[in-house]
């Protein structure tokens, strides 16, 4: 039995049963971070004493039999742009390269009284800008399935960690398919939850108005159960629901059939890769087999999703970046500075990286006098629209349906010099952020020996229901328990 392999829910029946304990389960991750992560590379900062002290005091609340829950006991990363007190939180830029906070954020609190251990932080593409993990001042993460290729980003760290076994479960956060599209290109499960299902009290903000952390998984079991413990309000963040976090596994084996899944026209266009089409299809098949009503929808303004998510990123992040100034915390470079404007200009030119600069620059222009009508309020304008598409499309079905990417996992190197290229890898995933609305990512299948995702898309606060169909599709499929080499069972 490999421990590191495990789900969530066999993990936590061995560790109640008392067949294996936390400290055996902990060092066999940081085992194997030590031995196969240099290959990988998905982890910033590893936690070795703060995870056996976590495993420790776990196995002690087991022993007790108090206070003892699913995640009790397991191991897991952590994004990092997720504030850990006393351990480094670094957004993988050199402009926070050192910074350790000094408070957790609402759900790293949350995961501690659960009794998870954390084993590290996970690398990112620099503040979130990027779809490859690319853009991380430190290294570049590589793809489990082959390491030539990319894992997506910018939660790229968080799937490799989940996909090669160096954790059982991770948390991401997507700004605009950023847990969704590396779960796809890693064969992981990853959802992004209700905006303000989930607090962002202590994440380094990329976009206010689109972040949402959310967990990755091998199975949606296990995200349930994990979104579950990370998820309700939190008086230190106004965005949050009042409204009680529902059991999510509860009625997770409920059977789909008569449900209506909805397959949006405009997500099935020329330019997908043969492989990710054959995929969907055979998904919706599936789904038709286990008794749901396939329905044709509409989502008519999807094309501008691209654009308005875009522009709005990069005016909310120039906003958010401007903290970084070098006279508060994190990087501050003064060499022969004149004035505190020269700290300024020198700290943010050492500290952030081409990606960050390009977009905070174009955000700058978007909001700047003469141009904010034209630009940032038309962006907020079509914003509403692409809400009220996702809308109209679920008062007429309980669910949509859609790949997570046009293609499978580039190789790295590959759309580097093409920002464009590299923004249009997100078409089917920005959409959501800026309606708000809940998606889970999903393994559907290979193409050229590569993993394909596919994302559920659902009604506001109904991740129940997302879970509930995407469950039943893996009670009949086996793609999500297909392991890359570096993984295989013994």
């Given at each position: 039995?490999?421990?590191?392999?495990?789900?969530?829910?066999e993990?936590s029946?061995?560790?109640?049963?008392?067949?294996?304990?936390?400290?055996e389960?902990?060092k066999?991750t940081?085992?194997?971070?030590?031995?196969?992560?240099?290959?990988?590379?998905s982890?910033?900062?590893v936690t070795?004493?703060?995870a056996?002290?976590?495993?420790?005091?776990?196995?002690?609340?087991?022993?007790?039999?108090?206070?003892?829950?699913p995640?009790?006991?397991?191991?897991?990363?952590?994004?990092?742009?997720?504030?850990?007190?006393?351990?480094?939180?670094?957004?993988?830029?050199?402009?926070?390269?050192?910074?350790?906070?000094?408070?957790?954020?609402t759900?790293?609190?949350?995961l501690?009284?659960?009794?998870?251990?954390?084993?590290?932080?996970?690398?990112?593409?620099?503040?979130?800008?990027?779809?490859?993990?690319?853009?991380?001042?430190?290294?570049?993460?590589?793809?489990?399935?082959?390491?030539?290729?990319?894992?997506?980003?910018?939660?790229?760290?968080?799937?490799?960690?989940?996909?090669?076994?160096?954790c059982?479960?991770?948390i991401?956060?997507?700004?605009?398919?950023?847990?969704?599209?590396?779960?796809?290109?890693?064969?992981?499960?990853?959802?992004?939850?209700?905006?303000?299902?989930v607090?962002r009290y202590?994440?380094?903000?990329?976009?206010?108005?689109?972040?949402?952390?959310?967990?990755?998984?091998?199975?949606?079991?296990?995200?349930?159960?994990?979104?579950?413990?990370?998820?309700?309000?939190?008086?230190?963040?106004?965005?949050?629901?009042?409204?009680?976090?529902?059991?999510?596994?509860?009625?997770?084996?409920?059977?789909?059939?008569?449900?209506?899944?909805?397959?949006?026209?405009?997500?099935?266009v020329?330019?997908?890769?043969?492989?990710?089409?054959?995929?969907?299809?055979?998904?919706?098949?599936?789904?038709?087999?286990?008794?749901?009503?396939?329905?044709?929808?509409?989502?008519?303004?999807?094309?501008y999703?691209?654009?308005?998510?875009?522009?709005?990123?990069?005016?909310?992040?120039?906003?958010?970046?401007?903290?970084?100034?070098?006279?508060?915390?994190?990087?501050?470079?003064?060499?022969?500075?004149?004035?505190?404007?020269?700290?300024?200009?020198?700290?943010?030119?050492?500290?952030?990286?081409?990606?960050?600069k390009?977009?905070?620059?174009?955000?700058?222009?978007?909001?700047?006098?003469?141009?904010?009508?034209?630009?940032?309020?038309?962006?907020?304008?079509?914003?509403?629209?692409?809400?009220?598409?996702?809308?109209?499309a679920?008062?007429?079905?309980?669910?949509?349906?859609?790949?997570?990417?046009?293609?499978?996992?580039?190789?790295?190197?590959?759309?580097?010099?093409?920002?464009?290229?590299?923004?249009?890898?997100d078409?089917?995933?920005?959409?959501?952020?800026?309606a708000?609305?809940?998606?889970?990512?999903?393994?559907?299948?290979?193409?050229?020996?590569?993993?394909?995702?596919?994302?559920l898309?659902?009604?506001?606060?109904?991740?129940?229901?997302?879970?509930?169909v995407?469950?039943?599709y893996?009670?009949?499929?086996?793609?999500?328990?297909?392991?890359?080499?570096?993984?295989?069972?013994?």
């Amino acid at each position: 039995m490999e421990l590191t392999n495990l789900t969530i829910q066999e993990a936590s029946e061995l560790l109640k049963s008392k067949k294996i304990s936390s400290v055996e389960l902990t060092k066999a991750t940081l085992d194997r971070i030590h031995n196969v992560d240099s290959k990988v590379k998905s982890y910033v900062t590893v936690t070795d004493e703060l995870a056996l002290q976590q495993a420790k005091q776990a196995d002690e609340r087991i022993a007790k039999g108090e206070n003892v829950t699913p995640l009790t006991g397991i191991p897991f990363s952590m994004k990092d742009c997720i504030s850990t007190r006393n351990v480094r939180t670094t957004c993988s830029s050199k402009i926070l390269e050192n910074y350790v906070p000094q408070y957790n954020a609402t759900v790293t609190n949350k995961l501690a009284d659960a009794g998870a251990v954390l084993v590290g932080k996970t690398n990112m593409d620099e503040f979130g800008m990027g779809s490859s993990c690319e853009n991380s001042a430190f290294f570049n993460t590589h793809n489990p399935w082959d390491l030539n290729r990319v894992p997506g980003g910018s939660s790229g760290g968080a799937a490799a960690s989940m996909s090669a076994s160096l954790c059982n479960f991770s948390i991401g956060e997507d700004t605009g398919g950023s847990v969704r599209m590396p779960a796809g290109f890693c064969n992981v499960t990853g959802i992004k939850p209700t905006y303000g299902r989930v607090s962002r009290y202590g994440l380094i903000s990329l976009v206010s108005s689109f972040d949402c952390i959310g967990p990755m998984t091998r199975d949606a079991y296990d995200c349930a159960t994990v979104l579950e413990a990370i998820a309700g309000h939190d008086e230190k963040d106004s965005t949050t629901y009042q409204s009680a976090v529902p059991s999510y596994t509860q009625n997770i084996n409920k059977p789909i059939k008569g449900m209506k899944l909805g397959i949006s026209k405009e997500y099935f266009v020329a330019g997908m890769e043969a492989g990710v089409e054959s995929a969907m299809q055979e998904a919706i098949r599936t789904y038709e087999k286990l008794g749901m009503e396939i329905k044709e929808v509409s989502l008519p303004h999807t094309k501008y999703g691209l654009p308005v998510y875009y522009l709005l990123l990069f005016a909310e992040a120039s906003s958010n970046l401007a903290r970084f100034d070098g006279t508060r915390f994190g990087l501050s470079v003064s060499d022969n500075a004149k004035d505190v404007i020269d700290i300024y200009l020198q700290t943010r030119h050492a500290g952030f990286g081409d990606e960050v600069k390009r977009r905070m620059m174009l955000g700058a222009y978007a909001l700047s006098a003469g141009y904010y009508d034209a630009y940032y309020l038309k962006a907020q304008k079509v914003r509403t629209l692409l809400r009220r598409d996702f809308e109209t499309a679920l008062a007429s079905c309980d669910i949509l349906l859609a790949p997570t990417c046009p293609t499978t996992a580039f190789k790295l190197g590959e759309k580097t010099n093409d920002p464009l290229a590299m923004y249009l890898s997100d078409i089917y995933v920005v959409a959501t952020n800026p309606a708000g609305v809940p998606a889970l990512a999903l393994p559907a299948g290979f193409s050229k020996d590569m993993p394909v995702g596919m994302q559920l898309i659902g009604k506001h606060l109904d991740e129940a229901t997302l879970f509930q169909v995407g469950h039943a599709y893996q009670q009949v499929t086996d793609w999500h328990k297909r392991l890359p080499s570096l993984c295989h069972r013994r």
